[in-house]
């Protein structure tokens, strides 16, 4: 038995979840990891210098074992994440870490601590298995998955599971992700497949989007309502992509900061109106390594102004980090909020807090999204309210150069890895409901 096997099944449009049920599975798989032996493989050189071509691997390894309230789902698609690029240049720490770290707390996660990682934290494809206690799914069932993995033995996660002290991204912090023929996954993190979309571009917002949601939307977020001012930065980027549609269809109006011609374009296709182009408005926040410079932030904050008509950001969208957020503190009005996930450009950040206290805003960390987040987030992406930001799809084999790309600002959107599909546009099951978003489902492609 082989994975061809099991694409022959799905591609068959007469298999039943029986004839799944009755595959016989794959020892092997093929699966895009990193290695533990190579940890130190770009020691001494700078983060843009690290080439994830260089640490990204194609191998073949062995099928994990099945364990209780867990699902081996065919992965037909996959995409590109930020933290599949943190894994691959080994920053900010090695992920193996993260694995010895799970590997520890139970005789079933020490599967996780292996030699080699399998990375990827989104997935479109089909259950093969479902192990002890899965009622809900069945082999056969087309899904999408999100990247939360908690364990919810303690209360802390039972309000919100994000809370978990054994919360974990799933191909970041876990083994057997997204980025493979075959995927492991807790069956709580298996949602319904948008049906309207391909396999590569329902596999295209899940952590992006759920991220986004809780961020901006969500009131353990910034809790965003109409008429809000939303700077949102990188805003045709992964995240931003899916943060711009919701401030639009929330009915706040979003302030979207991008580096080029061609991302201004795409928002706009986005139907935001207030762009700025930081590359061309030429803004230094930092005169040195260690000084910043309020006359930009202030230059920054009036361009603002000129976009809104006098008003000032409600909430900012942060995601840079050092290089940004001493301006996106100061640009936020008085009692407004900056939510951040996370610090790109560096983690240390350095802003004047006389501004954030004299005028009582506040500074939120928000962090991919809670079962009931990502939940809520998909639904949006199955009833054609959000769209995939999908630019571009690529083979299994060259993810490194895709990883790359993402690396250094060369992509737009989201980018897509087709795992087990063999080509673009397969799995649409309604194509009515695609005809009528088809527009803004390929805003991003080939741009
Ligand atoms: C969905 C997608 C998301 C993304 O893309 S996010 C971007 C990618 N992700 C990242 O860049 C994050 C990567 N992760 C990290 O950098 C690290 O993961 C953290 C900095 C988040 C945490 O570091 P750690 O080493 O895991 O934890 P510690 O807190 O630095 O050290 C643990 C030790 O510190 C003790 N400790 C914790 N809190 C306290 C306290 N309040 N007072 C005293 N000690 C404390 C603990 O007990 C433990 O101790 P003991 O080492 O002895 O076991
Ligand atoms: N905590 C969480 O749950 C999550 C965290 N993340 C993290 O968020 C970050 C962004 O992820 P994602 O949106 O997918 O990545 P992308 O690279 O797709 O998009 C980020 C965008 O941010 C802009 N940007 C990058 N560097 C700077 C800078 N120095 N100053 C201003 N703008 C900058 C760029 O847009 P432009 O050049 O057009 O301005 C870029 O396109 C990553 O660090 C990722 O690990 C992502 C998802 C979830």
Redo the contacts with the bound molecule.
Sequence with gaps: MTVKDILAAIQSPDSTSEDFAALPLPESYRAITVHKDETEMFAGLATRDKDPRKSIHLDDVPLPELGPGEALVAVMASSV???S??TSIFEPLSTFGFLERYGRTSELARRHDLPYHIIGSDLAGVVLRTGPGVNSWKPGDEVVAHCLSVELESSDGHNDTMLDPEQR?WGFETNFGGLAEIALVKSNQLMPKPDHLSWEEAAAPG??NS?AYR?LVSRNGAGMKQGDNVLI?????????YATQFALAGGANPIC????DQ?AEICRRMGAEAIID??AEGYKFWKDENTQDPREWKRFGKRIRELTGGEDIDIVFE???R??FGASVFVTRKGGTITT?????GYMHQYDNRYLWMSLKRIIG????NYREAWEANRLIAKGKIHPTLSKTYALEDTGQAAYD?HR?L?Q??VGVLCLAPEEGLGVRDHEKRAKHIDAINRFRNV
């Design positions: 994440n930020y933290n690029v943190w991204i952590l992006v991220t961020q930065w990188g805003a045709s980027g992964g995240l931003g992509s900061v991008v580096s080029s991302k930081r590359n995601h840079p980090g290089e940004t996930c996370a610090s790109t450009s928000s962090h991919f999204a993402v600002n992509h959107g989201k």
